[in-house]
Structure formats: structure tokens, C-alpha cells
Nanobody
Framework: QMQLVESGGGLVEPGGSLRLSCTAS????????RAWYRQAPGKERELVAT???????TYADFAKGRFHISRDFRKNAVYLQMNNLTADDAAVYYC???????WGQGTQVTVSS
């Protein structure tokens, strides 16, 4: 079974940090492309960051300088470190294996004091 499972979401105060994790089942190659998306209520899902098999990364403008995507090949996992969070970052965050078209179930991030 091909599956992605996100974790690490939760409630954080403005200015705080969270680290999201996305773990893939063994049938998904650990070296394949991965991406993080997010979707806030009433808004379209938007791309946050990507990481290529080479390790090259891309970021949405809102994520540059605050978010960092990384991966652990041995654990078949991808991470999203998010710093200096604001209310605008509140959303459900999804992991995706783009070439396979597989999405995780999402993890909720709430930013509130």
C-alpha cells in the first residue's frame, strides 16, 4: 500500500515554531519528490515547499526565510520546519508524492494566542 502520513501539527502561539513530519510507506521510494501544501478554510490548496531527489528545494514566497523542508532517506520521511508562525499560516498541511499523485490525510496547524 502506498501511503503518506503527516504528524506534528497543533496549536502554537504567533511567533512560535512547529515541525511537521511526513512518513511514507515502504512502497514509495524514499528518494522520490515530495511536496508540502496547505489549505486554509475558504481558500484553495497552495504549494508550500518541494524537495527533489537531488536535495534541491523550492519555497513559496510566504515560506522563504521562515520554513525549511528536509528529508531523511533512511526513515523515508520528509519534514517541514516552520518558524515565526503567524495567523496567516493556520491551515491543514498536506504532504504529497507528486509523481505518484498520492496525498496524505493532512495535519492541522492552528496559530493563536
Amino acid at each position: 500500500q502506498m501511503q503518506l502520513v503527516e504528524s506534528g501539527g497543533g496549536l502554537v502561539e504567533p511567533g512560535g515554531s512547529l515541525r511537521l513530519s511526513c512518513t511514507a510507506s515502504s512502497r514509495i521510494a524514499s528518494s522520490d519528490y515530495r511536496a508540502w501544501y496547505r489549505q486554509a478554510p475558504g481558500k484553495e490548496r497552495e504549494l508550500v515547499a518541494t524537495i527533489a531527489p537531488s536535495g534541491d528545494t523550492t519555497y513559496a514566497d510566504f515560506a522563504k526565510g521562515r520554513f525549511h523542508i528536509s528529508r531523511d532517506f533512511r526513515k523515508n520521511a520528509v519534514y517541514l520546519q516552520m518558524n515565526n508562525l503567524t495567523a496567516d499560516d493556520a491551515a491543514v498541511y498536506y504532504c504529497k508524492a507528486p509523481r505518484l499523485g498520492i496525498w496524505g490525510q493532512g495535519t492541522q496547524v492552528t496559530v493563536s494566542s
